[in-house]
């Protein structure tokens, strides 16, 4: 529960920030700067999540989960204490460090205690407490800053870390496995510079800046050079951040890889299937959360299957398979989608894309951790969410700059250069505004959001099919850790005589405490 209250606190908070930021601009002011406060908060949290995992395999998992919770609250308090957006950016990076820990605590402190073969009960409650976060925070977000006000937007999380802090301190028991080997600060450095400059590529290109900009071109130079050095330190170090090691595995490598595109996939689904919903579709904006309902339970229902097949046989080459199968024909679907296409409709595709979601989302995880040794599955932890957050960068970026793209050429085809001056400023129209426009171009509007839906989702589909055919190469390699069979061992050894039938059932105990 205190691991599960944890995830919540890391999943729900941007989804209810994301209500409330039109209200904190109206009071703070500094609309320009309005994207840096999503943005200084991803930004942090992915540059941390390598740190903390290694962290956690060198000092300790509860000391720097315990450590991930504090700075995540104190983060909270200060942001919900903001007098300028000057203050709520830099604080809300100070949140980000500690949301970068909670996550990785929460998987690698699983992977600790729970062997891999019992692992798959666990996925159904983590893709439950996902989908409560993407369905109930906007629609406590906007409920909290309607009635209490914004800043209790940032105040819910302490209550909540407080439960967790004290959850943990009081019944989490971890052995302290301190390493004498100095932190790999070089390493760290480096890494923070790449991964940040990758992700202000994917948030600025296209938006803030022209792909072919200056700018960006600086940031991707940056980027890789940043990278490259990073890759060079990994091999000098004697305690790495990321040691490479872990990607000889080829299990490993091929799940950082479906890990990526699996962020690419659902994060992009995210942002612009609710947009569809409400510019063409004619949905409310303040139920953007119920709006994705078919794939959250899809995913879920799926994921709690998967899990549980997976620990009552030890097999799971078939979900990987499956799941992304599933994602290629999903995207496919929800490509189709045109101004004449029911929420019905869209909501059976969507469901169809939370199957593939659901085979994908933890097995990924699993698979990771049962491909590396128990001292690195802090790294594999955070490896393998540093991948899916990337991929999430990667995939609302590329899709936004198709969709954009494509509602503008739209836009103009249909009613010329007046056309695409309705959407100058943001190819994104909220419903107030929506609705403020002629009937022709509204009509017009919607046609283009069709369009630019269908060409996001087409390229969603296009790297679905890669994740299916890395897939295909995953190896069956045995979970490790008891399965459901394993407990009735000893009585075989019982017939040979009650001294050896003794003897087997106390080794067979004794083993079992070690797992």
């Known amino acids: 529960m205190a691991l599960m209250i944890a995830m919540l606190l890391a999943m729900l908070d941007n989804m209810i920030i994301g209500t409330a930021m039109p209200t904190i601009v109206g009071e703070l002011g500094g609309l320009e700067h309005l994207s840096w406060v999503v943005t200084a908060y991803t930004l942090a949290t992915a540059a941390s999540t390598p740190i903390w995992g290694k962290l956690g395999d060198m000092y300790g998992r509860k000391g720097s989960f315990l450590s991930s919770i504090v700075i995540f609250l104190v983060g909270s308090a200060l942001s919900g204490m903001a007098q300028d957006m000057g203050q709520l950016i830099g604080f809300r990076a100070i949140q980000g460090l500690g949301a970068g820990g909670l996550m990785v605590g929460v998987m690698a402190?699983?992977?600790?205690?729970?062997?891999?073969?019992?692992r798959g009960k666990y996925q159904g409650m983590m893709a439950g407490v996902m989908a409560l976060a993407m369905i109930g925070g906007p629609l406590v977000g906007g409920t909290i800053t309607d009635h209490l006000g914004w800043r209790w937007s940032f105040y819910i999380n302490l209550p909540l870390g407080a439960v967790a802090l004290a959850m943990v301190s009081a019944v989490l028991h971890l052995p302290k496995n301190r390493k004498k080997a100095k932190i790999d600060y070089a390493g760290a450095?480096?890494?923070?510079?790449?991964i940040t400059s990758i992700v202000l590529v994917t948030t600025w290109g296209g938006t803030e800046y022209a792909w072919g900009s200056g700018e960006i071109i600086g940031l991707i130079v940056a980027g890789?050079?940043?990278i490259a050095a990073f890759l060079f330190v990994q091999t000098k170090a004697s305690e790495p951040v990321m040691p490479l090691h872990i990607f000889r595995s080829r299990n490993?490598?091929?799940?950082?890889?479906?890990?990526?595109?699996?962020?690419?996939a659902m994060f992009g689904a995210v942002v612009y299937l609710p947009l569809f919903q409400q510019a063409v579709q004619?949905?409310?904006?303040?139920n953007s959360g119920l709006l994705?309902?078919?794939?959250?339970?899809?995913?879920?229902v799926v994921s709690l299957i998967a899990g549980r097949v997976t620990t009552n046989s030890g097999k799971y080459k078939v979900f990987p398979i499956a799941g992304g199968a599933l994602m290629v024909v999903g995207l496919y679907l929800l490509a189709q989608m045109d101004t004449g296409t029911s929420r019905l409709v869209s909501g059976v595709y969507m469901a169809v894309l939370g199957a593939g979601l659901g085979f994908l989302m933890q097995i990924t995880m699993l698979v990771a951790q049962n491909s590396v040794e128990m001292k690195d599955m802090g790294v594999a932890s955070s490896t393998t969410t540093l991948f899916r957050t990337?991929?999430?960068?990667?995939?609302?970026?590329?899709m936004g700059s198709l969709f954009t793209t494509r509602v503008q050429d739209t836009m103009s085809e249909r009613l010329g250069s007046a056309g695409a001056g309705a959407t100058a400023g943001s190819a994104q129209l909220d419903a107030a505004s929506l609705a403020k426009l002629p009937a022709a171009?509204?009509?017009?509007?919607?046609?283009?959001?069709?369009?630019g839906t269908h060409s996001a989702f087409v390229l969603g589909a296009g790297v679905a099919v890669l994740g299916f055919l890395v897939a295909l190469f995953v190896k069956e390699v045995p979970l490790r850790g008891a399965g459901p069979e394993e407990p009735e061992a000893p009585e075989a050894g019982a017939d040979a005589g009650s001294d050896s039938g003794t003897d087997s059932a106390d080794q067979a105990g004794r083993e079992a405490v070690a797992r």
């Open 109 to 118: 402190i699983i992977g600790d205690l729970i062997p891999p073969r019992e």
């Open 189 to 194: 450095a480096l890494l923070t510079v790449g």
């Open 224 to 226: 890789v050079t940043a």
């Open 252 to 264: 490993f490598t091929l799940m950082s890889v479906i890990g990526f595109l699996v962020g690419f």
């Open 282 to 286: 004619g949905a409310s904006a303040t």
């Open 292 to 300: 994705l309902l078919p794939m959250l339970l899809s995913m879920m």
């Open 390 to 398: 990337l991929g999430g960068s990667f995939g609302v970026a590329l």
């Open 441 to 451: 171009v509204r009509e017009a509007y919607q046609h283009a959001v069709a369009a």
